[in-house]
Structure formats: C-alpha cells, structure tokens
C-alpha cells in the first residue's frame, strides 16, 4: 500500500495545453509539497500545504496552481504548458510539517512537446 | 546561487569499502540537514539527519558529520554494498521545526562494485 502515490506517472503533451497531476497520502500526514527536479537534478520546491493552508508558495509562474481538497491529497494544475515545464515532478508529505523527514511519491515525468 | 552543494557528481567504491560522500553548504543560517537516497524511477527517501547542535550522527552503517566551522558535512557509508548504489541528495534547512524551505543539492551518484 504505497504511501504517497501520484499520477500519472508519466505525462507527454503538447505545449499550451493544461494538464494536471494528483497526489494522496495515507499517511495521516498535516502537510503536503511539490518539488520539481529540473534537468540539472536539483528538487526545488515550488509549493507546501499545512492542514489545506497554503505555508510556501515559491516564485512560480501563476500557470501552476496547487489545490488541496483534503489534507490527504494535493492536486497541481499546469495550464497553458511551456517547453521549460519539462521536469519530473515529486510530490511529498511530512508529519507536521516543518522540516523534518519527508516522505516523496515517485514523480511524474512530464514531457512538453 | 547554489547553496547547497555536492561538487562530486559520481563516486565509484568497491563492495565492503567505505564510501564517503560530501556536501558542502553556503548559508550560516542552516541548523539541521538531512541526506536522501533515490534510486532510479523513484522518488527520494529520507536516509538521515544531524542538528547542528551534534557533529556527528550514526544510524547502522550510516554516519554523518557536520563541520559546521567550514560549512561541511559528509555522509559515511561502510560497508558499502551494492544495494548502496542511488543518488543521494544533501539538503539544508533552518530547523527542524521551522517551515523554511529545504534547500536541496544536485546529488551526488553512487555505485557499490561488487
């Protein structure tokens, strides 16, 4: 029973289009990220909740949208996709938040055509 | 602006060696890193970490030490085996409590030759 599982796993599309990946925990976790690895490896974060309430929200194009229906899952919608969205996208979720251990989902590569 | 940083993008150690990687980080304001394994197709897992009111951690095979004076930190893997072999990721935050953000590094790619 995986706990931080997010899909899809791999996403191909053409540039403007929008498109969304999901996450859920069953972890019982308060908080929820998204870090993006770019292709020179490093995982930023782009966005973190807290009980549904946004905590970090990085200088991210407005084009992403992060939105937290439950503690349990949280959703990122891309629109209009751009070439330099390409990236693997990892979701992740922590006990209470603050830092420490998080655990990851197993990213969503995202490849914009 | 790199802050956190793992200037050896690959290291190759024989089985049973010690495997001895290194991170280096450029904030002072840092008190806690951890360090992350990755293996291919998968997503980061928490391996450990060290305040920086300690200068040295252990867990098992694992040990990580902080040099806090030269902004250092390195995690010690003996005996390596060839299960060892991922990526691993140092990464940096203000504490553990806080919810700053974790600065991680660009990992550093391990393979244990058995």
């Known amino acids: 029973d995986t706990a931080v599982s997010q899909t899809p796993k791999y996403l191909v599309t053409q540039m403007g289009n929008d498109k969304s990946i999901k996450c859920e925990q069953n972890l019982g976790h308060d908080t929820m990220y998204w870090y993006k690895q770019d292709s020179k490896k490093f995982l930023k974060i782009m966005f973190s909740y807290n009980n549904k309430e946004l905590i970090i929200n990085e200088t991210v194009p407005n084009r992403f949208s992060p939105k937290s229906p439950d503690k349990a899952h949280l959703n990122l919608h891309i629109n209009s996709l751009e070439l330099g969205d390409s990236a693997v996208y990892f979701c992740?979720?922590?006990?209470?938040?603050?830092?420490?251990?998080?655990?990851f989902g197993s990213g969503t590569q995202l490849s914009v055509l | 602006d790199q802050q956190v940083k793992q200037n050896s993008p690959s290291l190759s150690v024989q089985e049973g060696r010690i495997s001895i990687l290194n991170c280096d980080y450029t904030?002072?304001?840092?008190?806690?890193f951890l360090w992350y394994k990755k293996y291919p197709a998968e997503g980061p897992t928490f391996l450990i970490s060290?305040?920086?009111?300690?200068d040295k951690n252990e867990d098992g095979r694992f040990t990580v030490f902080l040099n806090k004076s030269a902004k250092h930190l390195s995690l010690h893997i003996v005996p390596s085996q060839p299960g060892d072999s991922a990526v691993y990721f140092c990464a940096a935050a203000g504490s553990k409590t806080s919810y700053d953000k974790v600065i991680f590094g660009p990992g550093t790619s391990l393979s244990v030759i058995p």
């Open positions: 904030n002072s304001m840092f008190d806690y």
């Open positions: 060290i305040s920086s009111i300690k």
């Open positions: 992740a979720s922590s006990l209470r938040g603050g830092n420490e251990k998080l655990f």
